[in-house]
């Protein structure tokens, strides 16, 4: 790595730390700063899971108050869900041939990029429109599961808009849901991605460190910034990334 780049993908993480902690959406500047240096499409999207991999179980500790009051045969359900979905996903990515993932990617993002920024239009959509219950519920949750193992973007507002059609009220426990299946799910993933070797473990380190001091500077950043101002900027970096990728594809 040369200066440019430990500088590039240390700033990548550092704010990808900071909007996760505030909005979510960290992936949009992880993954695209990895590609940026020369890491290939499928290696980069692994090492993004793993940079922002810690900043999940931070998450989910800050609702444990509302996690302990969730029926614990529900949770084991979704974490095995998340644990199954996870590798799954990884799994999938595997056996992508890097030319079709690298022509998926723009859609991904521009797919992750509409979600996130009709978040809360979306959940409002599902909880209206969709009644998953039981076996459906499940699978549901199964398939948003490998959709986060083989590309987290988006992930969280997917998750918040399942909960809701499986009638969940509680934003507490939602958010704390969210975080914590997104670390069982990623922590699955990662560990399928380390194992198959494709990892490319200078950077991650690098980033998992960026990302976990951003992390922290978020909690102090969201007391003098919105949400709001937070999510326009994740989501114009989503539709700049989406339309880069695109036009490398043609």
Do not use: H
Not at 24 to 44: C, D, R, Y
Request: aromatic share 12%; with cysteine; charged share 5%.
């Amino acid at each position: 790595m040369t200066i440019f780049d430990i500088s590039l993908l240390a700033m990548a993480a550092f704010f990808a730390g900071i909007v996760n902690s505030i909005a979510g959406g960290g992936s949009f500047l992880t993954f695209p700063a990895l590609v940026f240096t020369g890491v290939p499409t499928i290696a980069a999207n692994a090492t993004s899971a793993v940079a922002v991999f810690p900043g999940y179980l931070s998450g989910a500790l800050g609702f444990l108050k509302e996690l302990r009051d969730f029926p614990l045969r529900q949770w084991l359900v979704l974490l095995g869900l998340s644990l199954l979905g996870g590798v799954l996903g990884a799994l999938l990515l595997l056996i992508t041939p890097a030319s079709v993932f690298a022509a998926v990617v723009p859609w991904l993002l521009g797919f992750a990029t509409l979600i996130f920024a009709l978040g809360y239009r979306v959940s409002a959509w599902a909880e209206r429109n969709i009644k998953a219950e039981g076996f459906t519920g499940n699978f549901a949750t199964l398939l948003v599961c490998i959709y986060g193992g083989y590309f987290n973007g988006g992930l969280g507002i997917v998750l918040l808009a399942l909960f809701s059609a499986l009638g969940m009220r509680d934003i507490n426990l939602m958010n704390g849901l969210k975080n914590g299946m997104s670390f069982v799910l990623s922590g699955a993933s990662v560990v399928t991605f380390a194992l198959a070797g494709i990892v490319v473990w200078p950077q991650a380190l690098l980033m998992m460190v960026a990302a976990t001091i951003g992390g922290y500077c978020g909690a102090i950043v969201a007391r003098r910034l919105s949400a709001g101002v937070v999510r326009a900027i994740v989501v114009c970096i989503g539709l700049a990334m989406t339309v880069v990728f695109a036009a490398k594809t043609l």
